[in-house]
Structures are given as structure tokens and as C-alpha cells.
């Protein structure tokens, strides 16, 4: 029935006894490694006696040739080393004095292949040279160099050298023939399970599934697997719903859903680029809302926000999926237009976005307002070639327009040279001055008020029956 649908009938092997028999043959494998295991502990352990004995025995020829090396006696030194260093164990031994000369030297003779052998294995296996100094009345007189001879090792390891290759002939029999045997039930369920990972790992396909596994605990462990995978597809799909909405937050405003100043920044900057390298024209519309403020301090936030939240839609309407709008923040509004065929175009979506503004707005309180609109057009490559001389442009224009007369539009040309922060301040509220035909002049020499002849209240975007509005200042933005 496997790889299909497994029988529910089928019995599947447990796990224990599949383990069970193959330790059977993991037993002859176990001895050799043991016993491998143990002559290399044997080994380290006759080093270790070794080096110890070494250090012993310099220590002994340092007392022993202490009176021979204070009197300078060369002979006695020699006759010393030869009593000690006789054993099968040192290799080689040189007396100095505290001058640094020779005073004796015994060398074990190293004649044969066996003798390189050892000396291959001493240097393998031993320290270079145990050093001792040899001292009299806590003075240092001389020192003693001992270098050990690799003969007892040597002699173990030919003897261990042979029962190893041995066992791992057998070993190695014994393992290939194990390993053919538990590949098919038990490895290969793991490779597929491991091919499943490395899948959804590498290419993110949480589709893929574990096959059933003819052992009841690996067929287990794959339903488990596959229940995971299950999850993890629910979680990657719930990530990048997140995700989404993450990054839309991070790129639009949160009230309108408009693209932020930012998002529209880097739009603005990729469309000059495009335009350069295809010639196109690329216009901006810069949108700020007229007495939007004395809305707000009149209604209410909430109602300041509604407004806001309609004026987005009208002006998202009119685009037509052919510009980008944005809120800078307030109730000032962008437009992106690319790429422009001529600039009549964007003068024609300037007007569409005031004509609907004309329509009065309708509060959650049940009264209504009319906020207008005025506008600056600035134009690629005509008036500015950056993204930022392009918005300042359009927002010159704009206070042109402000200046000249709310709810218009002005082209960056018609703005051209005068500064939109140097305007007049129109008092119309009975309540706030006594004569609404005051105007203030800019702070410096000479300034103070001068009366404004035949002048008349600007349009004060309240609701209907409301009063007029309490101010209007025609050098703010958000009134």
C-alpha cells in the first residue's frame, strides 16, 4: 500500500524491536571500538608514565651530579649518566655547567630501523627535552637535558597496531552490512522527511508533505511533521497579510489612506528620473484647504476629520488612477501627475479636484460645511528639476493663489519672484476687531494698521445658518 494511503490493517514494525535486532549485530562492533577505545586510553596513560618517569629520572641525575658539576668534574658526570640513564626509557642526556658548557653527554645507541623508529615515535609522542636545573646552597650551578627514547612505546604500538587493523577489517565489515540493513527502514523514511525540510526551507513550499514510513514511530513523527507544516503555511500567510499592512502604514496615511509625505517624496523622486531618461513631463499639484481650522475649533476634531477624510476621497476621485494624491499632514494635500502630455492637463485636474469641493461635506452632528480648496502647479521641467525645488514650487503657487483669491489655482509662472510668506492679514470678525476693514501690515519700521478700502469678508467655510467665521488669515496655512 505504501507510498499511497497506508492500510489502517497494516502493522507497522515499532521502532524497539527494529533497534533490538540490529543491536545484535552492533554488539561485534561495540567490542572493537571498545577495544580500540581502550588502547588509546592505554596509550595517553604510557605517555603520561613516561613523561612522568622522565622528570624523575632528571630529577635524580640533578642530586646525583650536583657535587661532580660544583667541582667541574667532567669524568664523574659521565660515569653518573651512564649509572642512571642506562635504563631503556632516556634517550639521550647532556650536563651543563652554569657557564653553559658540556660538562657530559650519553646518547643511546639507535642503530637499525628500529631505532629510527623509536626516535620517529619518541618525537611523536614526547616532549623535545626535560629540562632540571641543577642546584646547590638554593643556587643554580648547572642543568641537566634529558630527552626520552620512544622504545616502550614503540614496542605497544606494533603490538596494539595489529589487533587494530584487524578489528577494523571486521568492524568494517560488520557496519557495511548493518548500514544495508537499516537503511530501508529506518534512513530512508529520515532522508525523505529531511528532502520535505530542505524543500520548504529553500523555496518556501509549505505544499510539500512527509509519505507514510513502514515504522509506526517514524510515521508518526512524518503526520506530526506535516501537521507543522500545515501551521507554518497558516503562519507565512498571516506574516505577509502583516506585512502588507505594515508596510502600507509605513507608506500611506493613516486617516485617508493617502500616500505620507515620504512615500510620495520617493515617488516623486523616481518619476523625475523616469521623465529625464524618457522626456516626459511631470507635474505637481500642491493642496492646502481653506479655514479648515475654524471648522475644527467651530465642530470639533472628529468633524475636522471627517472633512479630511472626504476631501481625500474627492480629490482620489477625480484622479481617476491617473496621478497620486498624498496628505503632507493638516490639510495639505499633493498631487503626482506622470507622466504629463501637456499642462492643461494638470490645470484640468487642479479644477475637477476644486469643482468637487463645491458639494458641501455633511458632519456625524447632521450640519454640513464647504471647505474649499486652492492650489499650486508646478511643472518638471519648466519650473524646478528636483523632487524638493519642484514642491517648493508648487507650494509658492499656492500661496499666489491664497493670496489672490481662495478656493483657485495658480501656475508656478504666475508666482514667479514673489515671496508667499510677504501677505496681508484680513481681520472680518466683528467680535475679534471693530472694524473689518483693518489690515496689518508686516512687522518692522513703519508698521502698524491702515484702513482697507471697499473691502469685504472672505468666505468663511462654515456650515449653513453658522456665523461667519471668527478669522481669516491670509498668510496661514490650515485656516
Not at 32 to 51: I, Q
Not at 104 to 123: F, H, I, K, P, Y
Not at 258 to 282: C, G, M, P
Not at 285 to 303: E, T, V, Y
Request: net charge negative; glycine share 8%.
Amino acid at each position: 500500500m505504501w507510498p499511497g494511503k497506508p492500510n489502517k490493517r497494516q502493522f507497522r514494525l515499532p521502532l524497539r524491536q527494529i533497534l533490538y535486532r540490529g543491536h545484535l549485530g552492533m554488539a561485534l562492533v561495540a567490542i572493537f571500538l571498545a577495544g580500540l577505545t581502550v588502547s588509546l586510553v592505554c596509550l595517553l596513560t604510557l605517555r603520561a608514565y613516561t613523561e612522568h618517569n622522565l622528570a624523575l629520572t632528571a630529577r635524580s641525575l640533578t642530586y646525583t651530579v650536583e657535587a661532580a658539576v660544583v667541582f667541574n668534574d667532567d669524568s664523574a658526570v659521565l660515569d653518573a649518566l651512564e649509572l642512571i640513564a642506562s635504563g631503556d626509557e632516556v634517550a639521550r642526556v647532556t650536563v651543563y655547567n652554569d657557564q653553559g658548557r658540556s660538562m657530559a653527554v650519553w646518547t643511546r645507541s639507535t642503530d637499525g630501523a628500529r631505532g629510527r623508529l623509536e626516535q620517529l615515535v619518541a618525537a611523536w609522542l614526547l616532549p623535545p627535552e626535560n629540562i632540571e636545573p641543577v642546584m646547590h646552597d638554593g643556587a643554580k650551578v648547572g642543568e641537566v637535558r634529558l630527552s626520552g627514547s620512544g622504545g616502550p612505546l614503540t614496542r605497544f604500538l606494533l603490538a596494539g597496531t595489529a589487533g587494530m587493523v584487524a578489528s577494523l577489517a571486521l568492524t568494517a565489515l560488520v557496519a557495511f552490512y548493518l548500514s544495508r540493513r537499516m537503511v530501508s527502514r529506518i534512513v530512508g523514511p529520515l532522508e525523505r522527511l529531511a528532502q520535505v525540510a530542505h524543500a520548504v526551507r529553500r523555496d518556501r513550499d509549505f505544499a510539500q508533505r512527509v509519505p507514510p514510513a513502514p515504522i509506526a514511530e517514524l510515521d508518526e513523527l512524518g503526520k506530526d511533521f506535516n501537521v507543522l507544516l500545515d501551521e507554518l503555511a497558516s503562519w507565512q500567510t498571516h506574516l505577509k497579510t502583516e506585512n502588507e499592512n505594515l508596510a502600507h502604514q509605513a507608506s500611506h496615511d493613516s486617516l485617508t489612506h493617502l500616500s505620507n509625505r515620504a512615500a510620495f517624496e520617493q515617488t516623486l523622486s523616481i518619476a523625475l528620473r523616469n521623465a529625464a531618461d524618457e522626456d516626459w513631463h511631470v507635474a505637481v499639484l500642491f493642496l492646502d484647504g481653506d479655514h479648515f481650522k475654524a471648522i475644527n475649533d467651530q465642530h470639533g476634531h472628529a468633524a475636522g476629520d471627517v472633512v479630511l477624510i472626504e476631501t481625500a476621497a474627492r480629490i482620489r476621485s477625480q484622479l481617476r488612477g491617473k496621478g497620486v494624491g498624498a496628505r503632507f499632514g493638516g490639510d495639505e494635500f499633493a498631487v503626482l501627475l506622470a507622466p504629463l502630455a501637456d499642462a492643461q492637463d494638470a490645470a484640468r485636474i487642479a479644477d475637477d479636484i476644486l469643482a468637487s469641493m463645491v458639494q458641501p461635506i455633511h458632519l456625524p452632528d447632521g450640519t454640513s460645511v464647504v471647505m474649499s480648496l486652492t492650489a499650486g502647479i508646478a511643472i518638471y521641467p519648466e519650473h524646478a528639476r528636483s523632487p524638493d525645488d519642484l514642491l517648493k514650487r508648487a507650494d509658492q503657487a499656492m500661496y499666489h493663489a491664497k493670496r489672490r483669491s481662495r478656493g483657485t489655482r495658480s501656475l508656478a509662472d504666475q508666482a514667479e519672484g514673489k515671496d508667499p510668506r510677504q501677505q496681508e492679514i484680513v481681520l472680518v470678525s466683528d467680535s475679534l476687531s471693530p472694524d473689518p476693514t483693518v489690515r496689518a501690515m508686516p512687522v518692522g519700521p513703519g508698521a502698524g494698521l491702515e484702513r482697507m478700502p471697499d473691502a469685504k469678508p472672505a468666505a468663511t467655510g462654515y456650515a449653513d445658518g453658522d456665523s461667519p467665521g471668527k478669522l481669516v488669515a491670509g498668510s496661514d496655512r490650515g485656516t
